[in-house]
C-alpha cells in the first residue's frame, strides 16, 4: 500500500551520513498556513539554506503522512530525496495536503481532479498552485524555480501538480506514483480488490480527524493476525469486515471501495492519467520492478504523459527496487537476489542531475528516455523509447503435458483443475501475519505441487532469452461458475540442483470485466471466453540453461480476497455465494492460450 512506515524510516536513512545536527546547522525553519482559493489553509514547513550568498530554488514534497516534525524549532532529521540534493542546497517545502494532519480542510482519497468552472474550485492542481505561488511571494533569497517529488501517495501529489501547472514549476519526479486505483494500483488489479494489504493499510490510514492534529490515533481496531491466510479464511465475506470487531463502518475510504465494485465515476475520477495532458514541467517517473504497491503507477503515469504530451521532456527509471527502495543510500540485493552493485548509486546520480539541470540551469549530459535495469542480466540499459522499439512480441503457447512453446504450432484439448474458495491458491508459502514484500520474487515450488495449479514450461534455453517491454496474457478458459479469477505468473526456472521458481512477473484478472470494467458480464458456465490482459512490463534475461514457466491458477489468497466463483455484488454476497468450480484452460488450434513475450531482438 501506500506504506506509511516506509516514510517514517526515510530520516534516519539522512542522518547516518551526516553529523546529527547537519539540518540545523545549515537550515533556519520556518512554519506557514498558506491560504489556499477557497480560504483553507494548508501547514507548511519550509527549511531555507543559511547560506544566503545565491538564490536557491525550492524542493517540495506534499504529502497525506505529516510534513512534521511541528514546532520551528524541531527540525528533520534529513532533508529532501536524497542526501546529496540536501548537501548541494535547496529551499525545502513540506506540506500537510488538505485535511490530513495540521492542515484544514476535508480530505479526499485520491482527490479528483477536476475542470474549475470558478477560481474558488480547488482539487490538488490548484492547491500546489496557490503554494507556489505564496512562496515566491514570500519566501526570500528564492531564483523562482520549483520541483517536485514525492514517493508512493506523496507520488500521487507529485503527478498531481503536472495539469495546469504554476509557470514556476520545472521539474516533477512522480515516484511509485499512486495512479488508478482500479485498474493496476494499490486498492484493485483489474478489478480484484487487493484485501491483505487495504485492510492493513485503510485501519489506520482512514482514523477520522475531526480537526487538525500532529498525531493521529493509532489504528481504527485492534487485529493480532499471526495467520493472514487463515485469519481472512475464518472471516468469510468481504462484507465481515465491517463486523463491530473489525471497521463497522468507521472507515471512510473503506466503506467507499467497497460502495464501487466497478469501475465507475467514483474511480474514474481518481484516474489522473486522463488529466495528463499539455504538461509544460520536465518529468522523471521513477518506478521498482519488485514494487509490490505501484509498479503499474510509474510504468502508466510515463505512458500517459508520452501518449498526450508527446513533446514533453518526459524521462522513466525502473530499478530492482521494492516500494520506494531507491531512497535509501544502498541497494544491491533483494532476499536470494544479488544484483553485484549497488543500484542506487547510479539513481541518486540521475535524480541529482535532473534536479540540479531544471531548478539551477547546471550543465547534464542527456539524459536517457528510459533507464531500466534488466533483472537476471543485472545490468542498466538506456533505451530511446519506452517500451523499446527493437523488441518484438512473441506468442509463447500453452500445450499438453505441460509444455510451453513459442513455434506457433497449436496444441490440443485442454488443463482443468477445482478451484476451491475453502482451500484457495496461497500467494506466497508459509505462515505470515502481514504481506511479505518477497512473494513478488519468490519460489514457486510450492503452487507447482498443487492440483489447482497449472504449469507450462519450455525445455531448458539454448541461448539466453531477453524479455523487455509489456507482457500480455491471452488464456481461453470455461468454468462451471458464472464468474473467476485468472491469475497469471511468468516464472524463470534455473536449472537443477537448485531448481529454484523465480516469479518474475504475476497479475490476476477478474473474469466478469473481461469485456469492460464500468458493466461486468457473467461468465456462460462451460462457454469458453477469451480473457485477455496486459501484465506490468519488464526486463529480464532468462539465462541459457534456464527455462521458462507460466503458471496458471483461480486464487491469490489472502492477497486478493476471494472471488466466490458465482456472478455476484462480492463485497455484499453471503457465505452461500462460495461455490467450487471447475476450471478449463483451452490450448487448442481454436483457442491457442499463451503468454505474448516482448523479445529483444
Request: with cysteine.
Amino acid at each position: 500500500m501506500k506504506l506509511l512506515l516506509f516514510f517514517a524510516a526515510l530520516s534516519p536513512l539522512w542522518c547516518c551520513c551526516q553529523t546529527r545536527n547537519y539540518v540545523r546547522d545549515n537550515y533556519d525553519k520556518r512554519e506557514a498556513y498558506i491560504p489556499m482559493r477557497d480560504g483553507k489553509r494548508l501547514y507548511t514547513a519550509i527549511y531555507i539554506p543559511k547560506d544566503h550568498s545565491q538564490a536557491w530554488p525550492f524542493l517540495m514534497e506534499r504529502t497525506p503522512y505529516s510534513a512534521g516534525p511541528y514546532g520551528d524549532t524541531v527540525y528533520k532529521g534529513g532533508l529532501g530525496p536524497s542526501p546529496g540534493l540536501m548537501q548541494g542546497k535547496f529551499i525545502f517545502v513540506y506540506q500537510d495536503v488538505r485535511g490530513r494532519f495540521m492542515s484544514e480542510g476535508s480530505f479526499r482519497e485520491m482527490t479528483p481532479a477536476i475542470d474549475k468552472k470558478t477560481g474558488a474550485q480547488t482539487d490538488e492542481s490548484s492547491d500546489t498552485w496557490d503554494t507556489i505561488d505564496w512562496l515566491l511571494k514570500n519566501i526570500q533569497g528564492n531564483n523562482g524555480r520549483v520541483g517536485i517529488w514525492g514517493i508512493s501517495y506523496p507520488g500521487f501529489y507529485a503527478s498531481a501538480s503536472l495539469p495546469g501547472a504554476h509557470p514556476a514549476l520545472k521539474a516533477v519526479s512522480p515516484q511509485a506514483p499512486v495512479t488508478d486505483e482500479f485498474i493496476g494500483d494499490d486498492a484493485n488489479h483489474n478489478g480484484a480488490f487487493f484485501l491483505l494489504d487495504n485492510f492493513d493499510f485503510d485501519n489506520f490510514f482512514d482514523v477520522p480527524r475531526p480537526t487538525p492534529v500532529q498525531r493521529y490515533d493509532k489504528t481504527l481496531f485492534r487485529a493480532d493476525i499471526s495467520d493472514a491466510y487463515q485469519f481472512f479464511l475464518d472471516l468469510g465475506p468481504l462484507k465481515n469486515t465491517n463486523n463491530t470487531e473489525y471497521f463497522n463502518h468507521r472507515g471512510k475510504i473503506w466503506d467507499e471501495y467497497l460502495g464501487h465494485s466497478t469501475y465507475d465515476s467514483y474511480w474514474q475520477a481518481r484516474n489522473i492519467r486522463t488529466h495528463l495532458k499539455n504538461i509544460k514541467p520536465a518529468v522523471l517517473v521513477v518506478g521498482g520492478w519488485f514494487d509490490a504497491e505501484d509498479m503499474f503507477g510509474a510504468l502508466h503515469t510515463y505512458e500517459a504523459i508520452e501518449k498526450q504530451t508527446p513533446r514533453n521532456d518526459n524521462h522513466l527509471i525502473m530499478g530492482p527496487w521494492t516500494h520506494g527502495a531507491w531512497a535509501g543510500r544502498t541497494w544491491n540485493k533483494f532476499g536470494p537476489l544479488d544484483f553485484g552493485i549497488n543500484v542506487n548509486e547510479r539513481y541518486h546520480e540521475i535524480e541529482t542531475a535532473f534536479f540540479n539541470h531544471y531548478l539551477k540551469g547546471s550543465a547534464a549530459a542527456p539524459l536517457a528516455e528510459a533507464t531500466v535495469f534488466e533483472t537476471g542480466s543485472n545490468q542498466w540499459k538506456e533505451y530511446m523509447s519506452w517500451p523499446p522499439a527493437q523488441a518484438k512480441p512473441v506468442k509463447y503457447l500453452l500445450q499438453p503435458k505441460g509444455l510451453l512453446t513459442a513455434d506457433g504450432k497449436g496444441g490440443t484439448g485442454y488443463d482443468e483443475y477445482v478451484s476451491d474458495p475453502a482451500d484457495p491458491v496461497p500467494y506466497i508459502d508459509g505462515v505470515h501475519g502481514g504481506r511479505d514484500n518477497q512473494y513478488i520474487i519468490t519460489d514457486q515450488r510450492f503452487a507447482s505441487k498443487r492440483p489447482d495449479v497449472l504449469s507450462f514450461q519450455t525445455g531448458p534455453l539454448d541461448q539466453p532469452l531477453t524479455v523487455t517491454g509489456r507482457l500480455k496474457a491471452d488464456i481461453f478458459l470455461a468454468s462451471t461458475g458464472s464468474d473467476a479469477d485468472l491469475i497469471v505468473k511468468l516464472i524463470d526456472v534455473l536449472p537443477e540442483p537448485d531448481g529454484y521458481q523465480q516469479l518474475v512477473r504475476a497479475e490476476v484478472f477478474r473474469c466478469k470485466f473481461r469485456n469492460s470494467y464500468e458493466k461486468p458480464e457473467p461468465l456462460v458456465p462451460g462457454k469458453v471466453a477469451e480473457i485477455v490482459f496486459d501484465l506490468n512490463e519488464i526486463a529480464h534475461t532468462f539465462k541459457k540453461g534456464h527455462q521458462v514457466m507460466v503458471q496458471i491458477q483461480s486464487s491469490w489468497f489472502p492477497l486478493v480476497d476471494l472471488n466466490p466463483q458465482t456472478f455476484v455484488n462480492i463485497p455484499t454476497c453471503d457465505t452461500s455465494d462460495f461455490k467450487k468450480a471447475t476450471i478449463r484452460i483451452y490450448h487448442d488450434a481454436a483457442h491457442p492460450s499463451g503468454i505474448v513475450l516482448p523479445v529483444l531482438q
